[in-house]
């Protein structure tokens, strides 16, 4: 069974900091992994995804992740955090193994500070 | 611009009642999934469907169900609410169809609370 864990709950970074999320997902065939991030309140927003190719992802919002496939690992990355990143990020995976169904991790809360 | 929508945003009903809750996109996807966020659990599946008149039970499935009658809507129904029900839910959608994986776009999800 495929599963994602994200071992961080909460993270507390300053304004101008960099930011790492950390991810580590369990899947038996070729996995497509997604970051969404979700505001408070609001709904979830796709960041990045990894499909297959450079294991060096761009996304929105200056972040990007690295596929790790020897350490099962997809961490979020972004060089310089603003304000306006505090939500929640969660980590997916996914795949046509899965019949295109998504499995969630926890989510990591990342708080500001300014 | 093709939308997901989902409706009421925000419900409150007591212990017993039936509920349903209703997803509409209109991107014309084949592929339409039900999921619950629940705080340290993320997001857990429902119920999900490949086409219309096809549904399949998700990793949290029991108290729900989910009807498939054309492309466009999902309605998630629970049957007799509990506390336990108490949640956020979001509606997605994917392409569905062929040989690789589709993105799911998700709503902007209904909080429900089971008094």
């Known amino acids: 069974a495929q599963s994602v864990t994200q071992p961080d709950i909460h993270i507390t970074v300053s304004e101008g900091a960099s930011l790492e999320l950390r991810c580590n997902y369990s899947y038996g065939a070729t996995p497509y992994l997604f970051w969404y991030v979700q505001s408070p309140g609001q709904g979830l927003q796709l960041l990045l995804k990894y499909f297959s190719g450079d294991t060096l992802v761009q996304g929105i919002k200056g972040f990007e992740a690295e596929f790790k496939r020897s350490q099962s690992s997809f961490n979020l990355r972004k060089p310089s955090v603003h304000w306006s990143d505090a939500a929640e990020y969660f980590c997916?995976?996914?795949?046509?193994?899965?019949?295109?169904?998504?499995?969630f991790g926890g989510g990591t809360r990342v708080l500001v500070k300014p | 611009d093709a939308e997901i929508t989902q409706s009421p945003r925000h419900k409150i009903t007591e212990t017993g009642r039936q509920v349903t809750l209703a997803c509409h996109q209109t991107w014309n996807h084949n592929n339409m999934f039900w999921y619950r966020q629940d705080l340290g659990h993320g997001l857990r599946l429902i119920h999900y469907?490949?086409?219309?008149?096809?549904?399949n039970k998700g990793e949290v499935s029991d108290g729900y169900s989910v009807s498939r009658s054309n492309t466009e809507d999902l309605p998630l129904t629970l049957e007799s609410a509990a506390s336990s029900q108490t949640s956020v839910y979001f509606c997605a959608s994917s392409v569905g169809g062929g040989s690789s994986y589709n993105e799911q776009f998700f709503g902007p999800g209904t909080r429900l609370t089971v008094l």
């Open positions: 997916a995976v996914g795949g046509m193994a899965a019949g295109n169904k998504l499995t």
């Open positions: 469907s490949y086409g219309v008149h096809d549904t």
